[in-house]
């Protein structure tokens, strides 16, 4: 069986603490609910979840509290079997915009 959810809100152009102040609880909410009742019916370890988003954000932020889009979305995947703990791809060891992979406003060149 597949399932999809859909949470908006994200697009935090302005007000980015508030946004993840609000967002991130209901989120962890969710994933915490669902992942209990799936070890409660015993399918914990047949479980992905995927959670995928379509943008990335800049790492400095804008004149309104906020952050504009840039490259490469974020992509998380959890589930009993999944081997966790791990980031896939190259993370830049320098996030200023000195940086290699660093565009203007902190915009990263997506590496995977």
């Not at 992905?48 to 992509?75: E, P």
């Not at 966790?84 to 902190?106: A, E, F, H, K």
């Amino acid at each position: 069986d597949i399932f999809y959810i859909s949470m908006s809100g994200w697009d935090a152009h302005k007000n980015l603490p508030w946004n993840e102040e609000n967002h991130l609880p209901l989120l962890d909410g969710a994933i915490h609910a669902f992942s209990n009742e799936m070890k409660a019916m015993g399918i914990w370890n047949s479980t992905a979840i995927i959670q995928t988003s379509d943008f990335g954000r800049t790492l400095a932020g804008n004149s309104g509290a906020g952050s504009d889009h840039a490259w490469g979305g974020n992509y998380m995947m959890m589930g009993g079997a999944v081997k966790g703990g791990q980031v896939l791809g190259n993370y830049p060891d320098v996030l200023t915009d000195d940086g290699p992979l660093i565009l203007q406003r902190g915009r990263i060149i997506p590496t995977t």
